[in-house]
């Protein structure tokens, strides 16, 4: 080791333990942060104290292990266990659609030649009211049609087949669930649907084939208004059944599996704060998301996940990082309903492929 190497480990080492002394006035604020939080901790009601000041089960591990295996446990070990799946474009991906904000191979990234304020524009209400023609013109290419379930979808299936499905809840507006065969009781598509449409002036129902017609569909009853499909736009309310169900369900679940989802579009994102604290939380995505911010866990409050097991809130929440479709299918060879799986899909598939022909 040279001098110089010697020497920037020491000084390393030495701003190491400098980071770790506060100084007099940072003591002084830090306890007076301290007393803030213990105010609105007891005054608000909103924010948890740290786990030594509660003795509540909450705080220990709800999971063995906090990795796929702890899940695998759970649920074995819960029978009836009540699974809320929430998803979002990236289970998608694989049947060949893309999703919004992936760099490079993202829709939102690829919105050049419609000369867009921001890309989110294209799927906004107010932008939409003064110039619907990009919208149609993209909704083209996203159509939900020819594109076959993945992995991920039929992995949502099985869990309905073996009653352990409380819902699952859908950003995606690709209908691949419906084509998968999840029934529709148990789905909630919380970003609506292309299947139907209304006119945006008299709200006259249209149907998705009427709508393909030309570029921009009008209103045949008006004769005024565009036709829009029924997917929610920013600056439109959530559909009813969403917010019922949110509200119904979030409260019941014993597990949550978080898949394919940004996680940043509200008020979807925030739906993983509504299940109870003892309920573990798995996301299978390519990267982390959701993670609790620095606010909210200096404030203590509860919000977002939490894969830091030291953290008061810690202890319940698994990060698989990766392809959903290999994380769904390594969860049922984990459950030993991996072969289910797969000649689920194969099964579905030639089914789907039969019907294609017949169709054209
Ligand atoms: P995003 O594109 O924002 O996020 C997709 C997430 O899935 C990202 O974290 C990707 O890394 C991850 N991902 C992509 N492919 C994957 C794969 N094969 N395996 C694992 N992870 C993968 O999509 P959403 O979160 O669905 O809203 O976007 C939410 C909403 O934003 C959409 O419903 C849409 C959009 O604006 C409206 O149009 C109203």
Redesign the pocket.
Known sequence: MDKETKKDQKDGSLNEEKQNVLSESEVENYSEMEKLRRYLAQKLRLVDLPANDQNNESQQLVLSKLNLDGIVEYIKENTNCKIITM?????S??AGIP????PSS???HKLDKYNLPHP?AI?ELDFFMKNPEPFFTLAKELLPEGFKPTISHYFIRLLSEKGLLLRHYT???DTLERVAGLSSDKLVEA?GTFHTGHCLKCRAPYTLPWMKEGIIPKCEECNEGVVKPD????GETLPERFQILADRDFTQADLLII???????QP?ASLIDRVRNTCPRLL????K?GTQDRLSRFLGLRQGLVFDVKSAHGGRDVAWL????T?CQLLADKLNWGDELRALMQREHERLKVEDKSDN
Do not use: K, P, W
């Not at 997917?231 to 920013?234: E, L, P, Q, T």
């Open positions: 998803a979002g474009a990236g289970i991906t694989s999703d919004f904000r992936s993202g829709l939102y989110q799927f950003q995606n507006i970003h997917i929610i736009f920013f898949m394919g989802s940004s996680l940043v579009v979807f299978i995505n390519n990267e998301v990766g392809d959903c479709d994380g």
